[in-house]
């Protein structure tokens, strides 16, 4: 029997060794959604696959499909994202994006816009100028914010989630598992109904929706206080454990990379 290729554009999500010589790769795509694929050979020393399949790529791939497993037949790099080879605050913030996003697609389904979403993040973090910890912390909850969205999950910030009006300044809870915010008016009629809703001060509010609708490139320029930022990240983390599948047994922000060597190192190990 014998099985046509595909070919594709993708951006490696994670590597890791597979037998003796080769690499198991997951890659996210326009057409296909994310793929999983062996590359043959991948971990020999001088190995043409492991070069051109590295995660801070935009990459062709050529793969056959089997009853078993996935096989990559041809590669060659498209676009090279250059800056995050080398920044490392850049690299790590790119790496959390690619964690997450291999985390929480699904093989085979496809989702251009989602594609487009990723090239997008990695062309504005590729880019020379140091980030702070507190910058890197706030795009990161940015990102997960979008992601949310592009998920379904997209988190009412404007209407009361119960009686749909406007919300007004100084006159609302946050409620984490329901996604959003609930007018006090609400909260004080169906107090068994809202008792988990939280108070929460306007600027972090203001933050969630800056992070989340503005500009990439507006969210470099914002000015951020580490105690208005404290509140924004544990939002967006209860956000994470409430709406994102998966076991999420440490913030968001914190030990990412720990869970990149427990489960699958990005790159040549």
Known sequence: MSWSSVKTEAVILSSHPWREADRRYRALTASHGKIEFIGRGA???KAKLASTLEPFAIVNVEYIKGRRSTTVIATDSHHRFRVLDTNLERRLLAESILFFLNRVTDEDEADSALYQMLIDWLLFLDDDKPLSSLRSSFLLGGFLLRLLSRLGYKVELRHCLDCKQDIFPLAFRWHARQGGLVCSDCVMAKPEEWFAAKLVSEEAIKLIRFARD????????????SEHLAVFANIVNDLVVHHLPGNWDRPFWTAILAEFELEEPLGMM
């Open 43 to 45: 971990q020999k020393e």
């Open 214 to 225: 503005e500009r990439l490139v507006d969210l470099l320029r914002l000015p951020l206080s």
